[in-house]
Each structure stands twice: as C-alpha cells, then as structure tokens.
C-alpha cells in the first residue's frame, strides 16, 4: 500500500504539467462507460466488414452489404457481451474490495470536474473500469489490425496511466484492471474461434 501511494503521488503531483494536463481528461474519456457502447458498434461493424471483404467473389454487391449488416449485428452482440462480462466483472470486485479512491484518505492534485467527481464512488478505487475497458478495447481492436496492436495497446496504457494523473486511482488499481480487460477479452476471443472451428467442422468435414 505505501508503495502504491508512493507511485501514485510520484505520478499525481511529480509529472504534473500543462501537456499532460490538457490531454490526459481527453484520453480519460475514451474508455468511459458511454464512449465504450460506441466503440462497440464501431468495432463490430469493421467486423463484419473484414469478414466480408474476405468472402466470395462471385457475390453481387447487394448480397455483400446484406452479408456486411448481417455479420456487423452479429459482431455487435458478442463485443456487447464481452463487455456486459468484463463491467460485471470489475463492478462486482469494485463492491468486494470496497477500496477508497486517493482522494478520500490523501492530499492530490485532483483534476476531474466537480460534477465527475460526484458521479464517482468514493469507494469503487479497485479496480479500474476504465483500464480495464481500455485494454479490453486494445485487445478487440488489436485482433482486426494485427500490425497496429502495439498502437493500441499503448494508447490503453496510456488512458490507465490517465486515471492515475487525474488523481481518482491508485497504479495497483489500473494494473489489475487493465490485466482484467485483456484476460477477459482474450478468453472470450478463444471461445469464439474455437466455436467458429466447430461450426465449420459440423457443416464442412474435411
């Protein structure tokens, strides 16, 4: 814990300047509850459009944008459950380990509104839900664009390294829920792959 502290006010009050201050509530709100349901809908219609683009020639261009609908709804859904899992999750853990944020105990430079900080639970410190959409996004995002995974997965330290700046969490809070959004999304990823295999398996014997 003195540890965590010590971190944290390294990171709070020892890093402080007007970049950071400018862009560290930006990237913050990435990762906040509604920006997420957007991110949502935006990453499985990309889905459904990798997995059409992938698909037969031979199919017309009605047949393909029916097939882009039909696959990005269907994409749409399972990055929502992943997501109902991964908040059920960290809001369970949050009720369990009824830990109090940094600025109910200690002096920090607090950098959030007034209003957001209203909305916050005063006890909800660990984990962070933020880190943990974050690196659940970087994950998803990170399956469509092999090549960028790196892009992603920084920003998500990044948006975890914000929650820590801006003064509403501990760094143990934003390390274990940032390895919660990657451990979920990657579980539900294998799930998915592994019933895809099935399916074609049934339907197409080699």
Same mark, same amino acid.
Request: hydrophobic share 45%; glycine share 6%.
């Given at each position: 814990?003195?540890?965590?502290?010590?971190?944290? #006010?390294? !990171?709070?009050?020892?890093?402080?300047?007007?970049f950071f201050d400018s862009i560290m509530p930006c990237l913050s709100?990435?990762?906040d509850a509604s920006i997420v349901w957007l991110?949502?809908?935006l990453i499985g219609m990309l889905s459904g459009w990798r997995l059409t683009h992938a698909a037969r020639a031979d199919l017309n261009n009605r047949q393909k944008r029916t097939?882009?609908?039909?696959?990005?709804?269907?994409?749409?859904l399972y990055i929502a459950l992943i997501y109902s899992v991964n908040a059920g999750v960290y809001n369970s853990l949050k009720h369990l380990s009824n830990r109090?944020?940094?600025?109910?105990?200690? #002096?920090? !430079?607090?950098r959030v509104s007034p209003t957001i900080v209203s909305n916050l639970?005063?006890?909800?410190s660990f984990p962070s839900g933020h880190a943990s959409n974050a690196f659940m996004l970087a994950a998803l995002l990170a399956e469509l664009f092999r090549r960028k995974r790196a892009v992603f997965y920084g920003l998500a330290a990044m948006i975890a390294l914000s929650r820590v700046y801006l003064g509403v969490h501990y760094p143990s809070d934003v390390l274990i829920g940032g390895c919660l959004g990657l451990v979920i999304a990657w579980v539900m990823l294998y799930i998915r792959s592994t019933l895809n295999r099935i399916t074609h398996d049934s339907f197409f014997p080699s």
């Open positions: 814990m003195e540890i965590d502290k010590c971190i944290f #006010t390294l !990171i709070n009050s020892g890093w402080s300047n007007s709100h990435l990762a991110w949502v809908v097939l882009i609908v039909k696959a990005g709804l269907f994409f749409c109090s944020r940094p600025y109910v105990h200690q #002096t920090v !430079i607090l639970k005063s006890n909800g």
